[in-house]
C-alpha cells in the first residue's frame, strides 16, 4: 500500500515513510492510495480474535511489505499488553441502546494511548532500519502530549519536543507529561492556547531551516498511522455487537477529527456503520461544518473538555479529500483559502459525501453535565467531560431503536476529576497504576509563544541528519 498526499503535490510514500514522515511536503496529508476492503465473510471471520490478533488483521493491509504478519502482531501484543484491561477496549451496557466503548485502560488513561503505544514501537521498529534519528515535534492540549511521551520515553533515536498551552492542561494532564524525566524527554509550556501551539508545530514542518537540519515527525493525528490503530476498535465494538450481520451506530468526541475520521476508514473497508455522530463541545467548527457547509474558525472558548477545545480541525481535510473526489489540486487551493481567511465553502460533494454517513451535535457545559448525571443515574457509571459531550449527542440523534449506539469513552474520569466532581458529587479516584503521580518531580520550560524562540529551543536540544 502507498500513501498519497490530500494536496497532491508530496512524493508518494510506503507505510514506513508515512509513519515517519507525520505531515506532507506540500502541508497535506497522507492518505492511503485506496481502501482496502474486507468481505462480509472475512468480517464475520474476526468475531472472538483477541484484541491483538484483531488489530494485526484490521492493520495489514495498510501496513503492506513494511512489516510481515508476525512481525505485526509481535508489536500489537507488545503496545496492547500494557494495557490494564483483558479485552483492551472493553463494551459497557449503559441502557437497551447505549452502550459505553473504554478506550481509556491505557497508562496515561486516554484513548490516545490504543495508537501511541503502537506508533512509540513503529517508530523504533523502522528507525532501526537505518535513516536520521527522529524529533518529534508536536502540539497538545493534554492528552496527545502524556501519550506520546509515554510511548517514547527512552527509545533510541527519537527527541520528543512536547508544547502544551500554559495553564490550560488538567493537573493531571500536566504531571502525565511533565513528571517523565527520560533525557530524550522535551517538556514546553508556552503562553496562548492550543491553536497557538499547534500553529507553530504547522510551520515548523514547512520551515525548510529546520527540515533540511532536522527529521521531524509527528505524533499528533495528522500522523496515518495513529488513525490506522484507531479503526481497530470500531472493529472490536461492531464485532461484540454482532457485525457483520447488524449495524451499529457511533457517536464520537471529536477535536481534531481524528478518532471519527478512523470510523470512517472503518466503514470504507466494509464495517456496517450506520451513523457517526460527531460530538463537539461550544468549539463547534465541525458542527456548523457538517450541518450548513460553513466551516469558518471562531476564537476558542475554554471548556471543561479541553481536547475538545479546537477551532481547526486537521484530520477533516482528510474527509474533504475522499469525498470530495479525491482531486489534490482543488483540495490544495481550498485549502489555502481556508490558511489566508480562517473560513470556506464546503462543495456540494463534499457536504452530501459527509451527510451521507456523519451527523453532529453540539453540546454546552449544562448538556455535558446532564449526560454524566443521567449515565450515573442509569448505570453507575461516572463519565469524564469528554465522553459526557459523545453521550449527549448519542442520546440527542435519531437512530433507529434496532441499532445499537456506541459512545466511544475516551478518557478515564479521574483525569478530569473537579468537572466529574461538580457534576456528580462524586470525586473519581486515580487508578493505582498511576498513584503518585502528585509526589513525582516534575520537569520543563516555560517559553513565550513566538515561534523563534520555540525552534531555538528545539535546535539547541535536537539530534540533527546523518
Ligand atoms: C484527543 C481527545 C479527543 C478528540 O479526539 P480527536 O481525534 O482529536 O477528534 C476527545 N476526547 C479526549 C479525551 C481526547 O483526549
Given at each position: 500500500m502507498d500513501y498519497i498526499s490530500t494536496r497532491g503535490g508530496a512524493p508518494a510514500l510506503d507505510f514506513a515513510g508515512a509513519t515517519l514522515a507525520g505531515?506532507?511536503?506540500?502541508?497535506g496529508l497522507y492518505v492511503p492510495r485506496e481502501w482496502p476492503r474486507f468481505t462480509e465473510g472475512e468480517i464475520a471471520g474476526m468475531a472472538g480474535l483477541p484484541y491483538a490478533a484483531l488489530a494485526a488483521r484490521v492493520m495489514q493491509p495498510f501496513v503492506g511489505d513494511c512489516l510481515t504478519p508476525e512481525r505485526l502482531l509481535e508489536l500489537t501484543t507488545q503496545a496492547y499488553g500494557r494495557f490494564a484491561h483483558k479485552a483492551v477496549t472493553p463494551l459497557k451496557q449503559l441502557d437497551e441502546q447505549h452502550w459505553l466503548l473504554e478506550l481509556f485502560h491505557g497508562p496515561t488513561l486516554a484513548f490516545k494511548d490504543v495508537a501511541l503505544q503502537l506508533l512509540g514501537l513503529l517508530f523504533e521498529e523502522f528507525l532501526s532500519r537505518g535513516g536520521d534519528p527522529l524529533t518529534i515535534v508536536g502540539a497538545t492540549s493534554g492528552d496527545t502530549g502524556s501519550a506520546a511521551i509515554d510511548a517514547v520515553a527512552g527509545r533510541a533515536r527519537i527527541e520528543i519536543f512536547m508544547l502544551h498551552p500554559k495553564g490550560r492542561v488538567s493537573d493531571v494532564q500536566r504531571r502525565q507529561m511533565t513528571t517523565?524525566?527520560?533525557?530524550?524527554v522535551h517538556n514546553i509550556a508556552i503562553e496562548g492556547t492550543f491553536d497557538d501551539a499547534q500553529a507553530m508545530v504547522k510551520r515548523m514542518f514547512a520551515d525548510r531551516a529546520m527540515t533540511d537540519r532536522f527529521a521531524i515527525g509527528a505524533v499528533n493525528s495528522i500522523n496515518w498511522a495513529r488513525l490506522m490503530a484507531q479503526v481497530v476498535y470500531y472493529f472490536a465494538a461492531a464485532l461484540q455487537l454482532g457485525a457483520p450481520h447488524r449495524k451499529v451506530a457511533f457517536a464520537v468526541p471529536t477535536g481534531n477529527f481524528g478518532d471519527v475520521f478512523a470510523g470512517y476508514v472503518a466503514a470504507q473497508m466494509g464495517l456496517p456503520i450506520e451513523r457517526l455522530i460527531v460530538a463537539t463541545n461550544v468549539n463547534d467548527i465541525l458542527h456548523r461544518a457538517l450541518t450548513t457547509g460553513d466551516y469558518s474558525a471562531g476564537t476558542v472558548t475554554p471548556t471543561a473538555a479541553p481536547s475538545m477545545d479546537i477551532q481547526v480541525s486537521s484530520n477533516f481535510e482528510r474527509l474533504l479529500f475522499d469525498v470530495g473526489g479525491r482531486d489534490g489540486a482543488a483540495l490544495a487551493a481550498q485549502m489555502a483559502g481556508f490558511e489566508a481567511n480562517r473560513t470556506m465553502q464546503l462543495t456540494n460533494a463534499q457536504r452530501q459525501g459527509a451527510a451521507a454517513l456523519f451527523s453532529s451535535a453540539r453540546a454546552d457545559a449544562n448538556d455535558m453535565a446532564q449526560a454524566i448525571r443521567w449515565a450515573f443515574d442509569a448505570s453507575g457509571e461516572l463519565l469524564d467531560p469528554h465522553t459526557a459531550i459523545g453521550l449527549h449527542a448519542a442520546r440527542a440523534a435519531t437512530i433507529p431503536r434496532d441499532v445499537p449506539v456506541v459512545t466511544l469513552a475516551t478518557a478515564h474520569p479521574a483525569k478530569f476529576r473537579d468537572a466529574v466532581e461538580r457534576a456528580t458529587g462524586q470525586r473519581p479516584s486515580l487508578p493505582a497504576r498511576i498513584g503518585d503521580l502528585f509526589e513525582r518531580e516534575e520537569r520543563l520550560v516555560d517559553l513565550p509563544g513566538d515561534y523563534d524562540s520555540i525552534a531555538n529551543y528545539v535546535a539547541s536540544h535536537a539530534v540533527a541528519r546523518g
Open positions: 505531515l506532507a511536503s506540500d502541508g517523565v524525566l527520560a533525557p530524550n
